[in-house]
């Protein structure tokens, strides 16, 4: 069973920036599209970002411009860029996993078959 690991969270301040790692391991990411998905205190846990097995991307538009979802199929690993940073953008992380290759992704957090404990990402100003 494939298992993922979120690293790189941390606090920073309004304006800063942040490079959040998921470590995949028991299968090969590349067979599968992979998500970042966050959770804020007192909301529902929403889609920020997804990438498809052949490179396809979507963005929630609250983060889109700012955020980059990117993999390393090599090191098994999926990275999320996170640019001018909000206090809004304070939320736990989350990487998630669906099995399948094909050209698109979603945000619908139903379809992820795997997720990792979460990163805390805290935005001061």
């Known amino acids: 069973q494939v298992q993922l690991v979120e690293s790189g969270g941390g606090s920073v301040q309004s304006g800063g920036s942040l490079k959040l790692s998921c470590a995949v391991s028991?299968?090969?990411?590349?067979?599968?599209?992979m998500g970042w998905f966050r959770q804020a205190p007192g909301k529902e846990r929403e889609g920020v970002a997804c990438?498809?097995?052949?490179?396809?991307?979507n963005y929630a538009d609250s983060v889109k411009g700012r955020f980059t979802i990117s993999r390393d199929n090599a090191k098994n690993t999926l990275y999320l860029e996170v640019n001018s940073l909000q206090a809004e953008d304070t939320a736990m992380y989350y990487c998630?996993?669906?099995?399948?290759?094909?050209?698109?992704?979603?945000?619908?957090?139903?379809?992820?078959?795997?997720w990792g404990q979460g990163a805390q990402v805290t935005v001061s100003s």
């Open positions: 990438i498809s097995s052949a490179g396809g991307t």
């Open positions: 998630a996993a669906r099995r399948g290759r094909g050209a698109y992704c979603t945000l619908f957090q139903t379809a992820y078959n795997s």
């Open positions: 028991g299968d090969t990411m590349g067979s599968y599209s």
